[in-house]
C-alpha cells in the first residue's frame, strides 16, 4: 500500500515571541530526555537536556520542562529568531535505548 | 576540533545489493550510535557501539549489522538492500554511552535504492 509520511506537527511564530514545543514520551521508565534542532540538510543538534530528577533546566534562550506525571516534555524558545526555523526533536533514553518524537516544524516569521 | 565524519553522502543501489556506510566520530568519543530517519518512521535507533562493542541493538531486521574498530570508527552495513531501506543514514558520537550525555551528529548518508 501507500506509505503516508509522518504528519510533523507545526509550529508558526511571529519573530520575537516565546516558542513552546511539546512532546508526549513513551515509557515512564526513561531517565534521560534530550531536545534536538534539525535544519534542513543537516544533522540533528544538541539543544538542551535534563535527567529524570529535574524538572526544569534552562540554557541560553531555552529551557526543558519535564513532567513526569503526565510524560509530557516541552521545549520553550525565548525570543524566537528566524535562525531557530528547524524541526525539533525530543528524545527519551532509557538504558541507551534511544527513542525519537516525529518532530515539530517551527517556522518563524520576520 | 573536527565533526563526525559519514562517508559517503550520497549513494544510489539497486534492490539485492549491500551497502557499507563510514562514520569518523569526534576524536576522543568512544561511543557510536546509528540511526534511520525516513519521511514514514522519523528518526529510529539501529545500534550503538562502544569499546568496540555492541552495546545496545534496536529493532531492525539481520540485514542491519554494524561494526566498531579500534580507533572508534564504525561501519554499518546494509546486505540484501529493499526499496524501503531508502533513507537519511545518521551516525552520532558521545564521549561516554548514549546514556549519559550528549549525541554529536553527523550530517548523514542520503541512501536511495532503486
Known amino acids: 500500500g501507500e506509505s503516508v509520511g509522518l504528519h510533523l506537527p507545526t509550529l508558526s511564530v511571529q519573530e520575537g515571541d516565546n516558542s513552546i514545543i511539546n512532546c508526549a514520551y513513551s515509557?515512564?521508565?526513561?531517565?534521560?530526555f534530550i531536545w534536538y534542532k534539525q535544519e534542513s540538510g543537516k544533522g540533528p543538534q544538541f539543544i538542551i537536556d535534563?535527567?529524570?530528577?529535574?524538572d526544569k533546566r534552562q540554557g541560553q534562550r531555552v529551557t526543558v520542562l519535564l513532567n513526569k506525571t503526565v510524560k509530557h516534555l516541552s521545549l520553550q524558545i525565548a525570543a524566537t529568531q528566524p535562525g531557530d526555523s528547524a524541526v525539533y526533536f525530543c528524545?527519551?533514553?532509557?538504558?541507551?535505548?534511544?527513542?525519537f518524537g516525529a518532530g515539530t516544524r517551527l517556522t518563524v516569521k520576520p | 576540533k573536527a565533526g563526525v565524519t559519514q562517508t559517503p553522502r550520497y549513494l544510489i543501489k539497486t534492490r539485492g545489493q549491500q551497502v557499507t556506510l563510514s562514520c569518523s566520530p569526534i576524536?576522543?568519543?568512544?561511543?557510536v550510535s546509528w540511526y534511520q530517519q525516513t519521511p514514514g518512521q522519523g528518526l529510529q535507533f539501529l545500534f550503538e557501539?562502544?569499546?568496540?562493542?555492541?552495546?545496545n541493538k534496536g529493532n531492525f531486521p539481520g540485514r542491519f549489522s554494524g561494526r566498531q574498530f579500534s580507533n572508534s570508527r564504525s561501519e554499518m552495513n546494509v546486505s540484501t538492500l529493499e526499496l524501503g531501506d531508502s533513507a537519511l543514514y545518521l551516525c552520532?558520537?558521545?564521549?561516554?554511552?548514549?546514556?549519559?550525555?550528549?549525541?554529536?551528529f553527523g550530517e548523514g548518508s542520503r541512501l536511495t535504492v532503486l
Open positions: 528524545a527519551e533514553n532509557m538504558m541507551g535505548d534511544m527513542r
Open positions: 515509557n515512564s521508565a526513561s531517565d534521560y
Open positions: 552520532a558520537s558521545s564521549l561516554e554511552v548514549t546514556s549519559t550525555g550528549e549525541l554529536f
Open positions: 535534563i535527567r529524570s530528577n529535574m
Open positions: 557501539y562502544f569499546s568496540e562493542t555492541q552495546r
Open positions: 576524536s576522543g568519543h568512544r561511543s
